[in-house]
Every structure is written in C-alpha cells, then in structure tokens.
C-alpha cells in the first residue's frame, strides 16, 4: 500500500496487526485494516482481555 498523495488524511496504525489505515472510505472497518482485526478486538474485549481503568460501578459481591 501506498501513502497518501494528500496530506490531510489521517493516517494510523491498526491496533491490532499495525499495518497502515487511511482514515477515508477505502478502510470502512477503521481504525482497523479489515473485518478480521475489527473481530479479534471485538472478542478481547468480549473475554475481558480489554478493560477500561476504574472503581466498578457495581461492587462485586463476595
């Protein structure tokens, strides 16, 4: 894949295999590169891989 040619696209890593995404039409699964990467985030956050920092908003009961 090429650069862009015009110096206002945005322009980034997809967070899961860092290949280069234009932010434009021809990535419609942005931030990511396809629908592949856009699903393996989908699922670490589904399995709690991911998380967001913070007290829960619900204590958990033990």
């Not at 592949?36 to 204590?59: K, T, Y």
Request: charged share 25%.
């Amino acid at each position: 894949m090429t650069t862009p040619t015009n110096p206002d696209v945005l322009q980034l890593n997809c967070p899961i295999c860092k290949k280069i995404v234009l932010w434009n039409d021809d990535f419609p699964f942005r931030p990511f590169c396809s629908d592949r990467c856009r699903l393996i985030d989908l699922g670490d956050w589904a399995s709690e891989s991911h998380r967001i920092a913070g007290d829960p908003v619900i204590p958990d009961e033990e």
